[in-house]
């Protein structure tokens, strides 16, 4: 079991539906099965990145069966080739156009065989030790579904890839502590570098780096396809918990997330994260879907 705190604590001190625990996630290094893991990436127009993203950790998941598998939605700037040329052990499947990330996956986790898969984006480094230190983390709780990493920029600024399930509450929670985040605001920087820290359960992980038993995503059919881009990973963590599965966090993993490199590439990001937005309030709180479209549309035309 994930220790917690035993001391009452404040709001402040707790983020999605567990205390913030002030023990290791182990007390000692666990002694699981060695499983199979396939690593799953999109890519779309970043070619340099995913070279990178590579070179960090293909050929340092020992002791783990590892294999990777690369989804390309139609990569003009020579991604195909350059993993052609340089990568020939990565299976390169093209989806032949722009499918987004949610649909993408689905085709690479159902090309692959393992027990584990590890969604992982693009723009990403995986430091050495990363990957087994989710793998053992998840191996060690059968009751838990999926298991992420703390991730933080380059600078190891940490950032905030993880929170309170998406509803309204917890939509101010999360932008109101995100906000503060990226303004460096002292005391809310070191409370999310002290929440980045602390292993447990959460009610979402990021999808940045995300690993999850094959068995339990077959079992909520794996990604929504309804989802082109952002918002599919807090629905897959919902789906996970709705059957009792728990969602670990195991900051003795740290991954670097350039975050945005490729989505920011694409003139079509915002539009498409507010369909994501709205598909999900549809989904999960269609009550508040009409007025969720409202202040889409006033904060679209004052910032515009």
């Not at 023990?23 to 893991?37: A, C, I």
């Amino acid at each position: 079991m994930i220790s917690c705190a035993t001391r009452r604590p404040s709001s402040l001190d707790t983020v999605g539906t567990q205390r913030l625990p002030q023990r290791s996630l182990f007390s000692k290094r666990p002694r699981v099965s060695n499983p199979s893991v396939a690593v799953i990436i999109v890519s779309y127009n970043v070619r340099e990145e995913l070279d990178a993203c590579l070179t960090s950790f293909v050929g340092h998941t020992h002791p783990f069966q590892t294999t990777v598998t690369v989804v390309d939605n139609a990569s003009t700037d020579g991604t195909p080739e350059m993993l052609r040329q340089k990568w020939p052990g990565v299976q390169l499947i093209e989806a032949g156009q722009n499918l987004g990330f949610a649909r993408a996956n689905n085709i690479g986790i159902r090309a692959t065989r393992s027990e584990f898969v590890l969604l992982l984006n693009p723009d990403t480094i995986v430091p050495p030790g990363s990957i087994q230190w989710l793998v053992r983390g998840l191996g060690a709780h059968p009751n838990a579904a999926a298991a992420g990493p703390r991730l933080h920029d380059e600078r190891g600024f940490p950032e905030l890839s993880f929170g309170w399930t998406i509803s309204p509450l917890g939509e101010l929670r999360q932008k109101l502590v995100g906000g503060l985040l990226r303004r460096k605001f002292r005391p809310v920087v070191r409370l999310v570098d002290r929440w980045s820290r602390a292993p447990g359960e959460r009610e979402w992980l990021s999808g940045a780096a995300l690993l999850v038993r094959r068995a339990d995503l077959e079992a909520v059919n794996l990604l929504d396809e309804r989802y082109f881009m952002y918002t599919e990973d807090v629905d897959l963590c919902v789906a996970l918990r709705r059957r009792g599965r728990k969602i670990l966090y195991v900051p003795q993993s740290e991954v670097v997330h350039l975050r945005g490199r490729s989505a920011g590439r694409n003139a079509a990001t915002d539009q498409r994260r507010r369909r994501s937005h709205i598909a999900y309030y549809e989904k999960h709180h269609p009550a508040w879907a009409p007025l969720l479209r409202l202040y889409l549309r006033v904060v679209r035309h004052y910032t515009d």
